[in-house]
C-alpha cells in the first residue's frame, strides 16, 4: 500500500494545489500593499504641493506687506518732518506778529492819537486822503463772537494811487487787541471808488471799543 503509484499522485497534486494558493495569495498581498505605498505617495506629493503653495502666498504677502509698511514709514517721516517745519515756522512767525503789534503802540505812547468810538453797523466817515469811511459789524464764525469792518476808498486826486491802510482795535484801557491790514496794489484810478471787507484779527477774550486807521502816510483821524 505504501508503493500505491495512485495515492502518490494524489499526493503530489494536493501539496502543488497548496503551493499554487499559497503563491496567489503573496502575490496579492504583494498587489495591495503596492497600490497602497502609491496612494500613499500621491496623498504626499499633494501635501507637498499644497504646502508650496501656501509658502509661495505667504512670500508675496510679505513682501507686499513690507512694502506698504515701508510706505508707510516714509510717509510719517514726511508729515512729522512738515509739522516740524510748520512749528518752526511759526515759533518764527511770532516775533514778527508780536513786532508788528507793538509798531502802532510804540506810536500811540509817543503820539497818542484820538481813537475813536466803535460803533456797530454804522458808517463812519474817514474822509483823509484816499480813505472815505469805513464801518463795523459784528459776525458768528464757528460760535465765536467776530468783527467784520467795510473800508471804502475814493480817489479825488487826478492821479492814480494804490490804496494801503491800517485798521487797529483797542479796549477800553486804549490797549491794542487786534489789527488787518490792507496792502490792495491795484491801482484806483481818479475819481475811482472800491471798498474792502475783511474779518478783523483780535484777542478773542475782549471786546474792542475803539479804533484807529493807520495810512502809509501817516495817521488818518475821521473828519468833523
Known amino acids: 500500500m505504501d508503493n500505491d503509484p495512485d495515492a502518490h499522485s494524489a499526493d503530489s497534486a494536493l501539496e502543488n494545489s497548496s503551493g499554487d494558493k499559497r503563491s496567489g495569495t503573496r502575490r496579492s498581498s504583494r498587489s495591495r500593499h503596492s497600490t497602497h505605498s502609491r496612494r500613499a505617495t500621491q496623498r504626499l506629493v499633494v501635501i507637498a504641493a499644497w504646502l508650496g503653495i501656501l509658502l509661495a502666498v505667504m512670500l508675496v504677502l510679505t513682501v507686499y506687506l513690507g512694502l506698504e509698511l515701508a510706505q508707510t514709514t516714509k510717509h510719517a517721516n514726511r508729515l512729522a518732518a512738515e509739522l ?32 475813536i468810538d466803535m460803533q ?85 477774550t475782549q471786546e474792542p471799543h475803539r479804533f484807529l486807521v493807520d495810512t502809509k502816510g501817516g495817521v488818518d483821524l475821521p473828519g468833523p
Not at 518752526?88 to 492819537?113: F, I, M, N, Y
Not at 467776530?146 to 494811487?161: G, H, I, K, W
Open 84 to 115: 516740524t517745519d510748520a512749528k518752526l515756522e511759526l515759533s518764527a512767525l511770532k516775533p514778527r506778529r508780536g513786532e508788528a503789534w507793538q509798531g502802532p503802540l510804540q506810536v500811540a505812547k509817543e503820539q497818542p492819537p484820538a481813537l
Open 120 to 204: 456797530l453797523d454804522k458808517v463812519i466817515p474817514i474822509n483823509k486822503g484816499y480813505l472815505k469811511n469805513i464801518m463795523f459789524s459784528a459776525v458768528n464764525r464757528n460760535g465765536q463772537k467776530r468783527y467784520e469792518y467795510r473800508l471804502v476808498f475814493e480817489n479825488t486826486t487826478p492821479r492814480p494811487v494804490y490804496p494801503h491802510a491800517r485798521v487797529m482795535l483797542f479796549n477800553k484801557s486804549q490797549t491794542q487787541i487786534g489789527m488787518d491790514e490792507i496792502s490792495d496794489y491795484t491801482e484806483l484810478a481818479s475819481g475811482e471808488s472800491r471798498s474792502h471787507s475783511a474779518l478783523m484779527t483780535h484777542l478773542a
